[in-house]
């Protein structure tokens, strides 16, 4: 049963990729990224991670794809129109990556899982769980985010001020 | 544990066909008699002028920006309020300190006049 | 799961769908009834007895109209858009309790769905919501629609933050992100007393996340027309009117479930246990549901109520205000409020009720400050008088 939920979300969200590559429109691009986004978090409840499954949804469904849509509204970029490739070594590197990725993935499949990925305890990724590591294993790094938020803000402002003057229009 | 995630996707499924029932009844029913005006675009009776692929206010992509930065703050409360009584005063601390650090930002975002609908 | 389960899950769907198209039907009657009593009018009582059968003749106009898809149009992202707007209304309500209902095996008829992260997964789909109008406003190809839907987006992420935050009080109290475990904890006292600064701030931004008066810039006639619906027709519009209303009575629901004891009423169990006691579990259990789903609904209603007194009560608000009130006053607000809770369980876990008056107390005066503070027309008006020379 867990496995015919898993092929079929896992197929939705190789075609929603695809879908999304190779659409023109980038509304459309940003419609079927949404649909991966979706199933993806499915997969997430599958590996009994259901509080990924939420932030999953909430961060990259809700908070990334308005950002996504924005900038492709308010730039009135959606249509591919300019298909001139800018970098000619754009293509031949990307399909390099994903040769090596795809390699890789094929290489661990071809090994099987390790004998301690094996989920044991369904409540390994409770947000109880997830905030005792947190607290305790993380907690530097969890701070230093903090200071990633900050620099993010920063930018931010940085953006407005030298925006606010050409951005007098709506 | 899963069984209550199916019955999420069961309803899921059942509500995206849901919508589709009224559409396609719709379809059926209503009356057919498209003319050149009526599939235009409606604004207010006068004839659209330019595109609507127009360049929109930066503001909007800013406020975006800051959604983002502060959803993932907010993000990082979550596991913490559902274990803040068990991880106790220390982590009261170190969230403290991430809440700070953060709060500390959006001062600056204010004072800056990034938040400003202008 | 066997087969019998399957069927019993695939009827609780669709009696929880119909409920929802019912609700939204009646919610209109009942908005556009109270809306005319406070506006001194009668409103629509021809239709049935009090008007009753209204909903309905709406419904049948609807569909006989013509289902107009501008030439301009993206046609698919026309056609699909007023489906994503529906989805996340509807299935926003799989982990909300509507009552308590045993089943018998620690389960409950009346919540579909109860997992560990329920208020989790209530935030998730809420921020998934608008891509519905925002998309619909693109696919118009029509100027109005495209500002009435960035428009939107703009502001429900605004509002959102507040939004999860005060929720995050909520989750708080109950150290638990599982409804049923919320709704629970709340036998004793409910959570408006220590969440009161929460509960405010919460159905402020509600009602700005739902996008409706007094924050219903995306459809604010004078500037916008129909704002992002303003080229959809027939029963495409009439799926967005649906998904705006599901969502409003589905986050007035989200409301009781998080602060006013969702189920909960003082005397149920001591009822419950009278009758179990009577008459056997059985009829113990149905009265429990029974008078529990009223209850619910009773809470529902008068939530509703009041959304429907602040629209017919507030003019709309001014973009610039409006993003000032979400950045400014509710986003700080929610995030003391975090505060707040959190000092005072950590410092004192063992004395609820000491804890909720003095968030109480305090929520009251943080609240009474920045009304006051942020009231309009405190900057002194100077009236300039200028010489116009004749």
Redesign the interface.
């Given at each position: 049963?867990e496995l015919i939920i898993f092929l079929i979300t896992a197929a939705v969200a190789v075609a929603g990729a695809v879908a999304m590559l190779l659409s023109l429109?980038a509304?459309?691009s940003a419609?079927f990224l949404?649909i991966n986004f979706?199933a993806i978090?499915v997969l997430y409840v599958l590996l009994y991670a259901?509080?990924l499954?939420?932030?999953q949804?909430?961060v990259y469904?809700?908070?990334i794809?308005?950002l996504f849509?924005?900038v492709v509204?308010?730039l009135g970029a959606?249509r591919a129109e300019d298909t001139r490739e800018r970098f000619v070594w754009q293509r031949p590197l990307g399909l390099t990556l994903s040769a090596i990725l795809l390699g890789l993935i094929g290489y661990i499949a071809l090994r099987g899982p390790a004998p301690e990925a094996r989920v044991t305890n369904h409540q390994f990724a409770?947000?109880e769980r997830i905030a005792e590591a947190l607290f305790t294993t993380y907690l530097l790094p969890f701070e230093i985010t903090a200071f990633l938020l900050l620099a993010a803000i920063v930018g931010v402002v940085v953006l407005h001020t030298s925006g606010s003057q050409a951005g007098k229009r709506? | 544990m899963l069984?209550?995630?199916?019955?999420?996707g069961?309803?899921?499924i059942?509500?995206?066909i849901?919508?589709?029932v009224?559409?396609v009844?719709?379809?059926l029913?209503?009356?057919?008699?498209?003319t050149?005006i009526?599939?235009?675009?409606?604004?207010?009776g006068l004839e659209?002028v330019g595109d609507?692929r127009v360049q929109?206010k930066i503001q909007?992509y800013l406020?975006?920006l800051?959604?983002v930065i502060?959803?993932i703050e907010?993000v990082f409360?979550?596991p913490w309020?559902?274990?803040?009584?068990q991880v106790?005063?220390f982590a009261?601390i170190a969230?403290a300190i991430f809440?700070v650090i953060l709060?500390g930002g959006?001062v600056y975002e204010?004072k800056k006049g990034a938040?400003?609908?202008v | 799961?066997t087969w019998i389960d399957l069927v019993i899950?695939?009827v609780?769907?669709?009696v929880?769908?119909l409920a929802a198209t019912a609700v939204f039907a009646y919610f209109t009657l009942f908005e556009r009834r109270t809306l005319a009593r406070l506006q001194n009018r009668m409103g629509p009582n021809r239709a049935g007895p009090g008007g009753l059968l209204q909903p309905l003749a709406d419904a049948v106009k609807?569909?006989?109209?013509?289902?107009?898809?501008?030439?301009?149009a993206?046609r698919?992202?026309y056609l699909?858009s007023?489906?994503f707007a529906?989805?996340p209304a509807?299935?926003i309500w799989?982990?909300i309790p509507v009552g308590m209902w045993p089943d018998g095996q620690g389960g409950n008829w009346l919540q579909?769905?109860?997992?560990?992260?329920g208020v989790?997964?209530l935030?998730?789909?809420?921020?998934?919501g608008?891509?519905g109008i925002?998309?619909a406003g693109?696919?118009s190809?029509?100027?109005?629609s495209?500002?009435g839907?960035?428009r939107a987006?703009?502001q429900v992420?605004?509002y959102?933050?507040a939004l999860?935050?005060t929720v995050?009080g909520a989750?708080?109290q109950a150290?638990?992100?599982s409804t049923a475990v919320i709704v629970e904890r709340q036998a004793q006292m409910w959570n408006i007393v220590p969440q009161f600064l929460g509960f405010v701030v919460f159905i402020i931004a509600a009602t700005a996340e739902v996008v409706r008066a007094p924050f219903d810039l995306v459809e604010a006639e004078q500037e916008l027309?129909g704002g992002y619906n303003?080229?959809y027709s027939?029963?495409?519009f009439?799926?967005f009117f649906m998904s705006e209303y599901v969502k409003l009575v589905a986050m007035n629901a989200i409301a009781v479930t998080l602060f006013l004891g969702g189920w909960q009423f003082p005397g149920l169990q001591t009822l419950t246990l009278f009758v179990t006691q009577q008459y056997g579990a059985a009829v113990g259990n149905a009265v429990l549901g029974l008078t529990s789903l009223g209850a619910f609904l009773l809470k529902v209603l008068a939530l509703s109520f009041v959304s429907v007194w602040i629209r017919a009560t507030l003019p709309r608000v001014r973009?610039?205000q409006l993003?000032?009130l979400g950045?400014?006053v509710l986003?700080?607000l929610s995030?003391i409020n975090?505060?707040i809770t959190?000092?005072l369980?950590?410092l004192l876990?063992d004395a609820p009720t000491l804890t909720a008056i003095i968030s109480l107390v305090v929520g009251v005066i943080i609240l009474a400050v920045t009304a006051n503070v942020g009231r309009p027309g405190k900057e002194k008006r100077t009236v300039k008088l200028v010489e116009i020379g004749l």
């Open positions: 049963m429109n509304i459309h419609i949404l979706v978090s259901p509080f499954f939420a932030i949804l909430i469904a809700g908070a794809m308005v849509l924005f509204m308010l959606e409770a947000p709506e | 069984a209550n995630y199916a019955f999420i069961v309803f899921f059942g509500a995206i849901f919508p589709l009224p559409l009844a719709a379809y029913l209503g009356p057919k008699r498209p050149p009526k599939l235009d675009t409606y604004e207010c659209a609507i929109f909007y406020y975006a800051a959604f502060f959803d907010v409360l979550y309020a559902a274990a803040y009584g106790g005063l009261l969230m809440l709060v959006l204010w938040l400003e609908w | 799961m899950l695939v609780k769907c669709i929880l769908s609807l569909f006989f109209k013509e289902d107009v898809t501008p030439l301009m993206d698919w992202v699909v007023p489906t529906l989805i509807i299935i799989a982990t579909l769905a109860e997992i560990n992260v989790l997964y935030l998730a789909v809420m921020s998934v608008v891509y925002t998309v693109w696919a190809n029509n100027k109005y495209m500002l839907g960035i987006s703009a992420i605004s959102e933050l999860g935050l995050l989750v708080m150290q638990s992100f027309v303003t080229e027939s029963m495409k009439a799926l973009y610039d993003m000032n950045w400014k986003l700080p995030l975090v505060a959190a000092v369980n950590v876990p």
